[in-house]
């Protein structure tokens, strides 16, 4: 595929013009399958038809995890790719390795600068450092909740739960039991393995904490809205309403779809994947509420790299620009689930008659009204690891929330100090 | 095997020793390179800092090891490895003998019981962890399916700090015991049947026969699998990744696998080092072990 | 009695050992729709196959990791005997400390090194090649023992009567010594295919790129995606990263467990 696209790319630059042609490479990460890989590929192909020019590698790069850890490796050994899908939270780890450039830099004219500012804001906060922006949000999620119908309707129930305390009283309903009294459908399931911080921040801003401030250089981890929030979460499991233990997110929209949760708390990007497979007739919904609404941001940003000549990096604006504008942007929403990151976007025909057929792809955006920033900070890796490790404790029971967390915040300043 | 003879190659003096080190250089580069020279400079980055941005590496004495000494996560890995090695080193062991011992037998299907127990040798961890996540995945995995037919609940063994561990162990044993029963299966070929014969003839039962005769014999290569086991108890790291990621809170996280996080995640490269220093202190105390404890001709032949 | 007992435990053992991989083939040949309950009379389907094919590079993978085991091989092959043979039939200064650094190589193997090795290969300027993932492999303390004990039980005539002939030293190597230990050389290289083909760490760290990445680290990448995952898929990735060898294995069983033991005796 990729060379297909370089050999045609490079037949059409020596027929239009006989300048040399700028190569670019750009890491992806695919958080949602291989469907979606293409639908990168395609977009990318489309821009190098109409660019002769230009030439893009797009290169996939594994999980959110691997492709940063890829693109660390390769600005370490002075071969950065010029852009890069990766997480919005890696922003401070990026910017402290000295390896992004802001794109105000290359943001020359108006529209340059009115792009900059056309996409929402909940998505902008995980995408600036001192007022210069450093990110462009493109693979943008953030969690909502699925529940099944027809195990809702069989209890007599018949819209979403809009509080935390609905949705536990809801969840009970919806366990049930076999004769033996082994459960064979749990009320809700919140997955924590890997990453459990992200759906958890779920819990912690509708209970109108913030668990990161000073500029990514100070945690709240010990909040005692954050500690009510985990004890909420650990209460869920205790009171038998949803699986005990650490539960895998990989496996859980098949455990949604095998009838094992009447309710899950998952990404936006899994829309499509649960839009396909259910075997019953779904709903999605905001995350219920303790004081507000709330929930985090997610997914991945993209990056512009230092490294290139200045030729490349502007190559690289350019189709970024491109990338992100309402049309090409409607494409991947709709192939994916993901957030489209713009209202112009949403304002698009093709959006339009997307939403008209499907109303759930609605729910995200209505959400981002009372989304923050995800968990980032300096260190941002070893930081979450340590809020996750508190978390993975408390909810196996090795600790208490109170404990966990105080330990984390204990931890979390140790690492952060030099950097305030 | 025969014991090491006179070398032939007595004289001219220097030129032959000039062959010889020519022969052995282009392997010696690389065994410097990335063995021998690696181990020392891990060593003196142990006392440095990790170089970040803008800030370069300094010395730091002893820092990164003060840090080691207060890092709960470092003691609990550490203890998770000895653990992983206590649990998984001589059952593995054992069932690998018991293995070659039926094999070795007159077995209707004896292929097929070989083949059983040898494959899983012939796969690749990864694709062998991936394999048993799906069995461990609570509900539907495989291990539920057959526990629910008897009327049991639902586990989560990867999804709790007291079974992960343990559940890592199971994937382990299941991959080795083949290996190791393939060591006993040769030795075993060695025994001179005229042994056990006379032996029976004495009017020995199978298990006095066993207890005198066999296990006795086989001690060497018992002691070979044991060093090898050790070895990859404390590098065998793949399953990791796909299995837990060493949660939850670290309970099923083992020291090279926190290595390559602090190394490669939190890019610690420093302290990555001294938690490496470590790792081949511990290597070294086992080598030292089989060369004042153990007979060497068990090893080296 | 003891011998029925026997064979039941054999059969017993063989048949829970096998159970995993029987199940993974099952639901690898099966729709998604019967991962999760195992019905005898499900329809057989090729499609997971398919998908898994489409989804990665695979063929890529299995590109790079053939060329990296050969790599691999060829370089061992080269440098384990001309050390081997300078261990086993010269006699020169520093041979017993040189001999204890080979050994050391049996407990210090380069896996453990993953940091440094990582920079000495960044400052190569080799990241992300199939080279930086075959050169730490490439001499053998393993092989290096293995080929000098063979060399040691080489009858003294054998080269006696070369020498005679006027055959050079490197001469006597090939002709006399390489032949001989014919049947190590397939144990070794049975053992280090199968080693470097399953191994996944060193390139999981060192690699980048669809170019360069083997089939181990492929399945990895494939199966943590971060949506929902299809067992199945993953399952018959799974079965087709390990096929060739497995295959390999079935077919040429003997070879192999025999070449195993041979290199376990030594």
């Known amino acids: ?420 | 095997m025969v014991p090491p003879r006179p070398p032939i190659k007595e004289r001219p003096m220097q030129r032959h020793w000039i062959h010889a080190w020519l022969l052995l250089t282009p392997a010696f580069v690389f065994l410097l390179a990335f063995t021998h020279i690696p181990a020392l400079t891990t060593l003196w980055q142990s006392f440095r800092t990790t170089p970040r941005g803008r800030r370069p590496s300094r010395w730091a004495g002893l820092e990164n090891y003060q840090e080691l000494i207060s890092d709960p996560i470092f003691w609990k890995v550490l203890g998770n490895n000895i653990w992983f090695a206590i649990g998984t080193i001589p059952t593995s062991i054992l069932i690998a003998l018991v293995m070659a011992l039926w094999v070795s037998e007159r077995l209707p299907g004896r292929g097929f019981v070989r083949m059983a127990y040898f494959t899983p040798t012939v796969l690749p961890m990864i694709a062998v962890a991936n394999i048993w996540l799906f069995f461990y995945t609570p509900g539907f995995g495989l291990f539920d399916q057959i526990t629910g037919f008897f009327g049991f609940g639902q586990s989560n063994v990867l999804g709790s700090p007291k079974t992960a561990l343990v559940g890592v162990m199971v994937v382990t044993i299941w991959k080795e015991a083949g290996f190791f029963m393939i060591f006993y299966l040769a030795a075993l070929q060695t025994i001179p049947p005229s042994l056990i014969e006379a032996a029976r003839i004495e009017g020995a039962g199978p298990w006095t026969i066993f207890r005198r005769v066999t296990f006795p014999l086989l001690m060497p290569t018992t002691l070979f699998i044991g060093v090898n086991a050790v070895v990859n108890a404390f590098r065998m790291i793949d399953h990791i990744f796909v299995l837990t990621g060493g949660g939850p809170d670290n309970a099923s996280s083992l020291l090279l696998y926190y290595i390559y996080e602090t190394a490669f995640r939190f890019w610690d490269t420093s302290y990555a080092a001294s938690l490496t220093v470590v790792l081949l202190a511990l290597l070294a105390l086992l080598a030292l072990g089989q060369f004042f404890f153990l007979d060497r001709k068990v090893h080296y032949k | 009695m003891t011998r029925a007992l026997n064979i039941t435990g054999a059969w017993m053992l063989a048949l829970i050992w096998v159970l995993p991989l029987a199940y993974a083939i099952w639901t690898a040949f099966h729709p998604a729709a019967y991962e999760a309950r195992f019905d005898l009379f499900a329809p057989v389907t090729f499609e997971n196959f398919a998908k898994a094919w489409e989804a990665a590079p695979f063929a890529r993978y299995f590109l790079n990791t053939f060329v990296l085991v050969t790599v691999i091989l060829i370089g061992q092959f080269i440098l384990c005997t001309l050390a081997a043979y300078a261990f086993a039939r010269y006699r020169f200064p520093g041979r017993d400390v040189l001999f204890a650094l080979v050994l050391v190589q049996l407990l210090v193997m380069p896996d453990i090194l993953i940091v440094e090795n990582y920079k000495s290969i960044r400052y190569l300027g080799l990241v992300d090649t199939i080279a930086a993932i075959a050169l730490p492999y490439i001499a053998s303390g393993f092989g290096i023992f293995l080929l000098r004990q063979t060399f040691l039980s080489v009858p003294k005539e054998l080269e006696e009567a070369a020498q005679i002939e006027g055959m050079s030293s490197l001469g006597i190597m090939l002709k006399v010594y390489v032949p001989l230990a014919l049947p190590t050389y397939l144990a070794y290289g049975l053992v280090s295919v199968s080693h470097h083909w399953n191994n996944f760490l060193w390139p999981l760290i060192i690699t980048n790129s669809v170019e360069t990445r083997p089939v181990t680290v492929g399945l990895q990448i494939f199966a943590s995606i971060d949506s929902g995952v299809e067992w199945s898929v993953i399952n018959a990735a799974t079965l087709m990263t390990s096929g060739p060898l497995l295959i390999a294995f079935l077919l040429f069983q003997r070879q192999f467990v025999q070449s195993f033991m041979r290199a376990g005796i030594k």
């Open chain 1, 1 to 420: 595929m990729i060379s297909k696209l370089k050999a045609a790319a490079a037949a059409m630059a020596l027929a239009a013009s006989p300048a040399m042609a700028v190569d670019l490479e750009f890491y992806f990460p695919v958080a949602v399958g291989g469907a979606a890989a293409n639908t990168i590929e395609d977009l990318t192909a489309e821009y190098v038809a109409a660019n002769p020019d230009v030439n893009i590698e797009a290169i996939y790069a594994g999980s959110y995890q691997d492709t940063v850890a890829k693109a660390l490796t390769a600005a370490r050994g002075g071969n950065a790719p010029q852009l890069s899908v990766i997480l919005s939270v890696d922003m401070y780890t990026l910017y402290d390795e000295d390896l992004i450039h802001a794109f105000d830099d290359f943001a020359t004219t108006d529209e340059d600068k009115a792009w900059l500012k056309s996409f929402y804001p909940a998505f902008m906060e995980n995408s600036m450092i001192d007022g210069k922006t450093y990110g462009i949000p493109f693979q943008r999620s953030t969690p909502v909740l699925y529940y099944n119908k027809e195990a809702l309707a069989e209890a007599g129930l018949n819209r979403a739960p809009e509080t935390w305390d609905e949705m536990k009283e809801w969840a009970a309903k919806l366990t049930k039991k076999d004769d033996s009294g082994n459960v064979t459908q749990w009320g809700v399931r919140i997955p924590s393995s890997g990453f459990p911080y992200w759906l958890f921040q779920g819990l912690t801003t509708s209970n109108g904490a913030t668990l990161v401030s000073e500029g990514g250089t100070k945690t709240n981890f010990d909040d005692p809205k954050v500690v009510e929030a985990l004890e909420y979460l650990v209460s869920l499991s205790k009171d038998g309403v949803m699986a005990p233990g650490i539960i895998e997110w990989g496996a859980t929209p098949k455990a949604f779809f095998e009838g094992q949760t009447a309710m899950m708390w998952t990404s936006t990007g899994n829309l499509t994947n649960v839009r396909k497979n259910a075997p019953f007739e779904f709903g999605v919904a905001m995350l219920p509420a303790k004081v507000s609404r709330g929930a985090p941001t997610g997914g991945g940003n993209f990056y512009l790299f230092k490294g290139g000549s200045d030729e490349e990096t502007k190559a690289a604006f350019d189709f970024i620009k491109w990338i992100s504008q309402p049309t090409q942007a409607a494409k991947w929403s709709i192939a994916t689930g993901y957030v489209a990151p713009s209202p112009a976007t949403w304002d698009s025909d093709v959006m339009k008659a997307y939403v008209a057929d499907f109303p759930p792809a609605l729910v995200a955006r209505d959400q981002l009204e009372f989304a923050t920033a995800e968990l980032s900070t300096y260190e941002n890796q070893r930081v979450t690891r340590i809020f996750n490790d508190a978390l993975h404790a408390a909810i196996t029971g090795e600790k208490s929330a109170a404990e966990a967390l105080a330990e984390a915040q204990a931890k979390a300043d140790d690492v952060l100090k030099d950097y305030r």
